[in-house]
């Protein structure tokens, strides 16, 4: 014989059941070590602790249904204290697919994202599906007015921009419509030593700026190689 306990409301639907193999269903909220169901579908208090034996513990993150869009949401951690009468969103870990990226079969470009805050969590920090790193984005904007650092990235605006852009082995790709009227600064230090003896103390800065454009004008154009 098989024994499970479910549960029904008075209009006899299930609501919940414990299997006799030890699986269990819950319709509603559930809360362990709390009083109250309010924070969401798994309330728990103090602490949350995840054992394997002889293998990796892990925890996922599953986004089911139709796929998702680009710069879409489709996972969060959010860190929520309190400020002694209401709980404050002032820290979070999202994923997001990748701005303008294209969704299909098998590949979801995505991107992580670190946010701290003191009233809200501001995005800081931005992994991107290829691997750059971009500090104090806003979803990865490349529109105008917009102040960050980033490491390694080729920017091309897609309005006029008055930016402050500070890159390590950087490029900024403008056309005659879309002018670049802030400051721009780029370091790709290069050190190639091929000896076969000793070398301490190498340092190696490259700043190159090339004026290549059909029609308009640059001004205060400026490069160092050492």
């Known amino acids: 014989f098989e024994y499970n306990l479910i549960g029904q409301n008075a209009a006899g639907t299930t609501t919940s059941s414990i299997k006799q193999d030890g699986s269990a269903y819950f319709g509603g909220n559930m809360s362990v070590g709390l009083t109250s169901t309010a924070y969401g579908n798994l309330s728990v208090g103090s602490s949350i602790g995840i054992a394997s034996f002889n293998s990796v513990p892990s925890f996922y993150f599953y986004r089911l249904g139709a796929a998702p869009t680009a710069n879409s949401q489709v996972a969060g951690l959010s860190i929520r204290p309190s400020d002694g ?3 404050v969103a002032t820290a979070a870990i999202n994923a997001y697919v990748t701005n303008g990226a294209t969704v299909s079969t098998g590949s979801i470009p995505t991107d992580l994202t670190f946010h701290t805050g003191s009233t809200s969590a501001v995005e800081r920090v931005r992994i991107t599906s290829v691997g ?3 500090m104090s984005p806003t979803n990865n904007d490349t529109s105008a007015n917009t102040n960050y650092i980033d490491l390694k990235a080729s920017l091309a605006p897609s309005a006029a921009t008055s930016s402050t852009i500070i890159g390590v082995n950087s490029q ?3 056309s005659t419509a879309n002018n670049f009227t802030g400051n721009l600064t780029g370091y790709k230090a290069y050190v190639n030593h091929a000896g ?5 103390d190498l340092y190696g800065v490259y700043s190159a700026v090339n004026q290549n454009h059909s029609s308009g004008t640059a001004s205060s154009m400026y490069g160092t190689y050492n």
């Open 85 to 87: 009468s209401s709980q």
């Open 132 to 134: 750059s790193v971009t």
């Open 172 to 174: 900024l790709t403008t």
């Open 196 to 200: 076969s003896g000793t070398a301490d």
